[in-house]
T-cell receptor, first 115, second 111 residues
């Protein structure tokens, strides 16, 4: 399997549920990212991990909890979400190479709906 | 504050009708500008990286150019399969890999 794979593709959950999104990359990259994409809004960066260490938290509410056990896997743990959290959640990965930013490669996302 | 603005928001072309998409940016210390294509129900697909003003990249019917204030994505003789949303993103002086995205241009090419 190649590229960036996200599971599940669709998720419907109640506001009191706890669920997790999973992302796996097979590109040999060492940086991973979570983005939120809402209708009519630009992609919004949530978290960045470089070599398994979190280097960016873009003021994300604590009801979103990321986990990066190794450079190939990234999770987003969800609990007590709000209806406004319904969106497409995208995972991406990239190489960290020298001073120039490298392109990020995206999965197809998890479509999350909060009831 | 770093900002990216794409125009137009939507564009309808006839097959073969060439046009350009614009990406204007304000960023502290541009380190790179990226173009992506996104199809409905899919994640963004990487197209080009531009690192410095004057740089150009080409791929099939697409050509991306960069100045100190904006980037253009030129589409020559488009086909219906070029229909998609095109996203522009910039990386600034922060070295955490943070990308600032524009809201995208949705292109529809009619046969």
């Amino acid at each position: 399997e190649t590229g960036v794979t996200q599971t599940p593709r669709h998720l419907v959950m109640g506001m009191t549920n706890k669920k997790s999104l999973k992302c796996e990359q097979h590109l040999g990259h060492n940086a991973m990212y979570w983005y939120k994409q809402s209708a009519k809004k630009p992609l919004e960066l949530m978290f960045v991990y470089n070599f398994k260490e979190q280097t960016e938290n873009n003021s994300v509410p604590s009801r979103f909890s990321p986990e990066c056990p190794n450079s190939s896997h990234l999770f987003l743990h969800l609990h007590t979400l709000q209806p406004e959290d319904s969106a497409l959640y995208l995972c991406a990965s990239s190489r960290v190479q020298g001073a120039l930013p490298q392109p990020q490669h995206f999965g197809d996302g998890t479509r999350l709906s909060i009831l | 504050e770093d900002q990216v603005t794409q125009s137009p928001e939507a564009l309808r072309l006839q097959e073969g009708e060439s046009s350009s998409l614009n990406c204007s940016y304000t960023v502290s210390g541009l380190r790179g500008l990226f173009w992506y294509r996104q199809d409905p129900g899919k994640g963004p697909e990487f197209l080009f990286t531009l690192y410095s003003a004057g740089e150009e990249k080409e791929k099939e019917r697409l050509k991306a150019t960069l100045t100190k204030k904006e980037s253009f994505l030129h589409i020559t003789a488009p086909k219906p399969e070029d229909s998609a949303t095109y996203l522009c993103a910039v990386s600034g002086s922060s070295n955490t890999g943070k990308l600032i995205f524009g809201q995208g241009t949705t292109l529809q090419v009619k046969p």
